[in-house]
Each structure stands twice: as C-alpha cells, then as structure tokens.
C-alpha cells in the first residue's frame, strides 16, 4: 500500500522559511512524478510545485511561489521537498503532497495524481 507522508509543518512569521518533506513508501520512487499542491481555508486545491521522475532539474512551478520555493527529490531516500522561502500570509494552507506513475502526467493537473498524503498546515502570521 502506498502511503505519502509530510512532515515539516508549522507556524512561522512573513519573510520566514520552513522546509516540507514527503516520505513516499514506494518500491520504486524513483520511477514516480511528485508533486505539491495546497488547499486554504474556503478555497480549492491548488498546485504549488512538481518534479519529473525523469530527471530532477524537470521542475514546474505555481507563478505565486516562482522564485521562493524549491522543489528536490532525493531518491535514495523516497523522500521529496519544498524548501519554502520569503514566506507571505495569503501562503497559509495545508499542503499535500501527491505522486503518480502516470504517463500522461500533467503537472498541475490534481487528476493525474493518483496517490496523495494526509497534508501539513502551514501558518504564515505575525
């Protein structure tokens, strides 16, 4: 059974940083596109980053975080991140992460993900 675990979570104040973590129990993370989308209160999921399985310098970005956050991967350890910079209020959300083999992966597209994590709040305030 797959299971995506975050971690990395919390409260920090505007202009801070915090790094996420998803731990993927996966034979072959290797072979698995990853993603992070966020979902604030009110509001629908949204995708934040993805990263290819075909090569870790294939990473796509949300405009509203190009520039502060960064997405990696470390397949040795099934475990993939976003470092999280210059962090603003309106980035308060939890933040999932998701996986998929698919072929016809989408990046931002929440359907092509097929497994997700439990998510991680994040709270951005002075």
């Known amino acids: 059974q797959v299971q995506l675990v975050e971690s990395g979570g919390g409260s920090v104040q505007p202009g801070g940083s915090l790094r996420l973590s998803c731990a993927a129990s996966?034979?072959?993370?290797?072979?698995?596109?990853m993603g992070w989308f966020r979902q604030a209160p009110g509001r629908e999921r949204e995708f934040v980053a993805a990263i290819s399985r075909w090569s870790s310098r294939d990473t796509y970005y949300s405009d509203s975080v190009k520039g502060r956050f960064t997405i990696s991967r470390d397949n040795t350890k099934n475990t993939a991140y976003l470092q999280m910079n210059s962090l603003k209020p309106e980035d308060t959300a939890v933040y999932y992460c998701?996986?998929?083999?698919?072929?016809?992966?989408?990046?931002?597209?929440?359907?092509?993900?097929?497994?997700w994590g439990q998510g991680t709040q994040v709270t951005v305030s002075s």
């Open positions: 998701a996986a998929t083999t698919g072929s016809n992966w989408d990046d931002r597209n929440i359907d092509s993900y097929n497994y």
């Open positions: 996966l034979d072959t993370f290797s072979s698995y596109h």
